[in-house]
């Protein structure tokens, strides 16, 4: 291996620690990927005027040509028109006429839930799905008593699979579809992976429905007992004014007759838990306060209390209502007390939840994470431009979430038209216009009212276009220098002796091992050149005629675009699983509980089908 080949490895673990660690953001990790690669190439010919980046490593003209890779295009659009449907409320229509067929029973929303939400995946994004459907899942979880962490994981899960359905159901596809077009090889079909997905897909509807109600928790998150309880509690951070008649009274009695509980109170930098004895209150002192949303109100005026933040809230005009820090938000990493949502949305952060436990340190200097649960208040304005702040999700008052409902029939035959021509282009052998259909489906619903330009550009995800963008130039430099075809070398000659399968069974454990600890699609980028050499590696050592090596490396590229996706066993592996992390209430331990199982069936069922679907062993 030469010195190009150095770089390359030397990247990839530097990208693979950078992920884990979440050191830096995607779209940075993506760009430095570029120049990195692109600054090695020159430098290496200035030292050798014989080394050549766009052949032995990554060339500038390479580097600019990936941002017009046709997966990162048809993605692009694929976020608008998931817009689109959003915004219009087509997919809410759906939504919420599961919840009226299944009429409270637990099972039949579970079969309908995954089924819906598994079938919109396959032809939108998974987040657009996951995003209509929580709110729509805790209203009704309050309404009928089922616990809510029983259906958003079995959601969340089925958009997944949906995705693995379909060539556009998922940017992993499109992306492993694309390298595979750049390295040579045909690009995946619009429903070559149905075989597979498919049964797939109905497997895990089949086991929620079994031992589902056996194996998911019961548990309630701020979002439910917002919906469905009358004594609900809450934790805030409240401060005491030059004013509070409290001043100077002993913190033993101060809270005695109050109708909240005393959890803790700062002074500075120091925080004092109970049991209190002689410690009186100053101005200026920080109490951490539990109680309902009533009480809490009124300690405002009754002890000359304030929040954390710049303004108070007024139970005339002000309702309350929940947020989730979205997984692409750029206010991550802030403290929460610097948001200033009063300045920027006209609300009020009042409490905080994290990990299914409210937060018991001073909520102010609690570093934002995605999946936070915020809870707010706010007048009906408010929410209307928190709405459209693509930092949160708005989990509650989902029927208002919805602008211009008038134009969900037109949304709705603008993707259905979509969707047929990706199948005519696809099976008609021309995928390279895959991207201008798309582009035409994104400029439809702008053009149709559906969409306005400003959200449409808001609507892209351009911290992961630019990150798929690195990767994609990552893989092709592990092609060009050499290191996809050594690690190939190595995994063949190290399973040598178990046989082809064995080898497609350990490239597609590892790749959704790591899938559920990183970034999905650099997963998916950075193993697709190397399964590609590896099927080339076996077919030239055994000597296989020409069709069957064909079949072979079929099968590698479709094992890795759809073990990619194989991320169950982590609430990070996914943006889906993610999303549903807090409103459920979950915990890790209830997805390895239920992510473990679910990713080895997936993973069986691939060694299953893809060879027998392909014919390659």
Known sequence: MGPEGLVVVVLTLLVVVVLVTERATLDVVGLGLLALLVGAGEILRLVDPAFVPEEQLL???????????NAVLVIAALYVVGEGLSRTGALEVFARGVVRTAGGRQRVVMLLVCLIAGISSAFLNNTAVVLVFIPVLIDMAAKTGIAASRLLMPMAFATILGGMCTLVGTSTNLLVSGVAESLGQAPIGMFELSPIGVP?????????IIVGPRILPERYSLSAMMAGSDQREYVTELTFGP???????????????????LLFFARGEEMVWPPYFNETIETGDVVMLRGGIDELAALQDELKLKLFNEARFDAKSMQFYELAVTPQSALLGRQIGDLHLWRDFGAITVAVLRNNQHIRERASKQVLQAGDLLLVCGDDNSQARLRASSDFYLLTGAHQRVLMRGKARRALAIIVALMAS???????????????????????MVASGCLHARRAYRAIDWSILMFLVGTIGLGRAMENSGVAHLAAGGIVHLLDGIGPLAIFAGLTLLCALLSSVISNQAVAVLLTPIALSAAGTIALESGLPAEQAAAMTRAFLLGIALSASICFATPIGHQSSLM?????????????????PVSLLAWVAILLLVPMITGGF
């Open 200 to 208: 797939m897909l109905l497997g895990l509807v089949a086991l929620m």
């Open 59 to 69: 060339g500038a003209s390479d580097a600019f040509a990936f941002f017009g890779n």
């Open 580 to 596: 549903v992390y807090g409103p459920g209430g979950y915990r890790w331990s209830d997805f390895l509980r239920v992510g473990v």
């Open 422 to 444: 990706f199948s005519a282009l696809s099976m008609g052998g021309r995928g390279d216009l895959l991207p201008i259909a798309a582009i035409g489906g994104a400029v439809a």
């Open 243 to 261: 004013t509070s008649p409290q001043l100077g009274r002993k913190y033993a009695d101060a809270f005695a007759d109050v109708r909240a509980d």
